[in-house]
C-alpha cells in the first residue's frame, strides 16, 4: 500500500495575530498546554507515518535551530532558513530538493491542530488521482473557497466578487480550507511564481490549465486555528 512518508511544516510567519507572545519567539515555539505547536503537528505526523519532515523557518529562526538540535521526535527533520520571507507557495518551492523525489507530500501549517489521519487522506488523493488535496470543512472564513458537485476547488471568494478557474461540475458552494494539503511532487515542474507567493496563486493558475485540486472534506472532526491569542486553549510563554 502507498504511504506517505514526508511532510513539510509552514513555520516561517511572523505570527503578528500571536503578539506579543511572538516578540521574542517564533510562533512554531508558541506553547499550546505546555506545548510548542510544532511539537505537536510532529508527533502527529510521525504517529501517522511520516519519516521526514522538511521546516521553514524566518522568524527568530535560531531558537528553532537550538529547538531541533535539542530535541529528537525519531524522525528526520531539516532546517531551512529563509533569508527572506518566501510565504507559502514560495517556501515550498524552496524546499524542492528535500521534496521532488517523493510521488507526494503532504504540507501542514503549524499553527493548526486537527484529527485528520493524513494516510487517509492521501488513499483519497490517490483514488482521485488529485494534483493536489485540500483539506476542507464547512466553516465560516473570511476567504471561502469554491467547490463544485465532484470535489473540485474551483476559485475563491472574496467579499462580494466570486473568481473561477473552471466551469464548475454539479452544484457550486463555499467551504474553508483547513492548512492541511497533500501535493504531488510535480508541482516543482510547474511553479512559474518567482520570490515571495501565496501557494493559492499556483494552485488558481494550475485549476485554469486543467489540473485537478480537489477538496477533501473531514466532516465532524475536530480542527483548531492556533493562530490568534484568542483561539490558544493555554499558553506557557517563556
Not at 154 to 163: L, Q, T
Request: aromatic letters at 10%; proline letters at 3%.
Amino acid at each position: 500500500m502507498n504511504t506517505l512518508t514526508k511532510a513539510m511544516i509552514l513555520a516561517a510567519g511572523f505570527g503578528t495575530r500571536l503578539q506579543p507572545l511572538t516578540s521574542n519567539k517564533p510562533k512554531a515555539l508558541v506553547k499550546v498546554n505546555g506545548v510548542p505547536m510544532i511539537e505537536n503537528v510532529i508527533k502527529k505526523l510521525a504517529a501517522s507515518g511520516i519519516k521526514e519532515i522538511v521546516v521553514n523557518a524566518h522568524h527568530f529562526a535560531s531558537q528553532l535551530e537550538k529547538y531541533f538540535s535539542d530535541n529528537d521526535f525519531g524522525v528526520r527533520i531539516h532546517l531551512i532558513c529563509e533569508k527572506e520571507i518566501l510565504g507559502t507557495g514560495g517556501g515550498i518551492k524552496n524546499a524542492s530538493a528535500f521534496l521532488k523525489d517523493t510521488p507526494s507530500f503532504v504540507v501542514h501549517n503549524v499553527d493548526v491542530l486537527c484529527d485528520l489521519d493524513v494516510q487517509t487522506m492521501y488513499c483519497f488523493h490517490l483514488d482521485n488521482s488529485a494534483f493536489a488535496t485540500l483539506a476542507i470543512q464547512d466553516r465560516r472564513t473570511s476567504r471561502p473557497l469554491l467547490i463544485d458537485g465532484q470535489s473540485n476547488i474551483i476559485g475563491r471568494k472574496s467579499k462580494d466578487n466570486y473568481f473561477r478557474y473552471r466551469k464548475p461540475a454539479g452544484e457550486e458552494k463555499t467551504t474553508s480550507f483547513l492548512g492541511i494539503h497533500i501535493i504531488s511532487s510535480a508541482i516543482f515542474q510547474h511553479f512559474t511564481e518567482q520570490g515571495f507567493f501565496d501557494i493559492f496563486t499556483s494552485y488558481f493558475h494550475l485549476i485554469s490549465e486543467g489540473r485537478k485540486i480537489i477538496g477533501y472534506d473531514i466532516g465532524e472532526k475536530k480542527w483548531s486555528d492556533l493562530g490568534t491569542i484568542g483561539n490558544l486553549t493555554d499558553i506557557s510563554a517563556v
